[in-house]
């Protein structure tokens, strides 16, 4: 069915205001490199990105900002680069905490934050309940996150639920399967962003971006705007959503 929703803009024509984009902030190495800087350095300024783009979010239309921080595989990298990626995310938390609750962004973590440092899983359940009541912006992050292996979780825990009586098999239908997600709380995204060039998925949003629009711009994240995610609306603006339907 075509949706008709999209036409009522606010900002722009075919804008609406309560959108999910979702990000795959990729390119800061590739950033610091070209600068002859160490990759850390990138991370460092993406988180930068982030905190203006959270900002901007309103004004933008975007009501459900999700951005892909840390993969399951990301821990093939050094031990440096993964300690230093952790430490820029406890202190996102810690010195964005305040403008949040200012602000009304509610923050969540998506992933499996059990493998985590206990304090940063600590610090993550204290933002969350923090911000818990907040509306404006819902900004998610996806930390230790990888599709299949959230997919998997859902499935080992249905199993069980299955297995202890609360759960009949013959009830599991995707409305289902999708409360046992991460992303429970969460509509589907409608876009999905991916900076640097790179056109492949890596795993992000597996089962809830069936069908979210896409766009690959050749923009490393550290140099990403809110201008940069303007262009990038309106382009998605343009496109008609056909769910599997036909034109109306
Ligand atoms: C994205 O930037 C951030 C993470 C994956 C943590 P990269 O670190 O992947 O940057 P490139 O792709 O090496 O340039
Ligand atoms: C995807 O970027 C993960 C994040 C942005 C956190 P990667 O840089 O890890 O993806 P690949 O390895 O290029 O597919
Ligand atoms: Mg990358």
Not at 7 to 23: E, T
Request: contains cysteine; aromatic residues 10%.
């Amino acid at each position: 069915m075509f949706d008709k929703s999209a036409q009522s803009g606010r900002d722009f024509p075919g804008s609406r205001n309560d959108l999910h984009v979702a990000v795959i902030m990729d390119g800061n190495g590739r950033w610091a490199s070209n600068r002859g800087w160490p990759r850390l350095v990138g991370h460092r300024k993406g988180a930068e990105r982030v905190r203006k783009l959270v900002a901007a979010c309103p004004g933008l239309g975007i009501r459900y900002l999700t951005v892909y921080a840390f993969s399951t595989e990301n821990w093939k990298r050094s031990t440096e680069e993964v300690l230093g990626l952790m430490s820029i995310f406890a202190r996102y938390i810690q010195r964005e905490a305040d403008r949040m609750k200012r602000e009304g962004v509610r923050l969540r973590f998506i992933g499996d934050r059990t493998r985590l440092d206990s304090k940063l899983q600590a610090l993550i359940q204290w933002i969350e309940t923090e911000t818990a009541g907040n509306d404006r912006v819902h900004l998610s992050v996806a930390l230790n996150y990888g599709g299949r292996d959230e997919i998997t979780r859902a499935t080992r825990a249905m199993a069980q639920d299955a297995a202890s009586g609360t759960l009949n098999a013959d009830d599991i239908s995707d409305a289902v399967l999708a409360r046992y997600l991460d992303t429970r709380d969460l509509p589907d995204p409608d876009l999905v962003v991916r900076t640097s060039g790179e056109t492949r998925v890596s795993n992000f949003l597996l089962w809830q971006a069936a069908y979210a629009e896409y766009v690959f711009t050749p923009t490393l994240w550290p140099d990403f705007t809110p201008v940069t995610m303007q262009d990038i609306l309106k382009d998605y603006a343009t496109r008609e959503r056909r769910f599997g339907g036909v034109s109306a």
